[in-house]
């Protein structure tokens, strides 16, 4: 079984910065591609970003392409989401989620592909 857990999300002005982290245990870390989504009240969980197990190869959703990275440190089992330049409509509840590698695919957009979840954490953003 693995364990995700969020933390970093908190109240922020738009034009801030935050750093959302996400911390793995239970598997190895490096059998997993990793994703984070975010998801608002009354519509469905979205795509944000997603990075290769070896953190080589990085997807961004068109909305934040420019504004966030994702990135990985495999040696702290840690995911983070580094957000610049937020805007009011990035205001969700973020999750991470992990992808196995064992299906032979690159990391995916897709949530089906994603077997594992954290609880989520909120970012709310100020206009």
């Known amino acids: 079984q693995v364990q995700l857990v969020e933390s970093g999300g908190q109240l922020v002005q738009a034009g801030g910065s935050l750093r959302l982290s996400c911390t793995v245990s239970?598997?190895?870390?490096?059998?997993?591609?990793m994703g984070w989504f975010r998801q608002t009240p009354g519509k469905e969980r979205e795509f944000v970003a997603a990075?290769?197990?070896?953190?080589?190869?990085?997807d961004y959703a068109d909305s934040v392409k420019g504004r966030f990275t994702i990135s990985r440190d495999n040696a702290e089992n840690t995911l983070y989401l580094q957000m610049h330049s937020l805007k009011p409509e990035d205001t969700a509840v973020y999750y991470c989620?992990?992808?196995?590698?064992?299906?032979?695919?690159?990391?995916?957009?897709?949530?089906?592909?994603?077997?594992?979840w954290g609880q989520g954490t909120q970012v709310t953003v100020s206009s």
């Open positions: 989620a992990a992808q196995s590698i064992f299906g032979g695919l690159a990391q995916r957009r897709e949530r089906v592909y994603y077997g594992y």
């Open positions: 990075i290769h197990w070896s953190g080589t190869s990085t």
């Open positions: 239970g598997r190895s870390f490096t059998n997993y591609h």
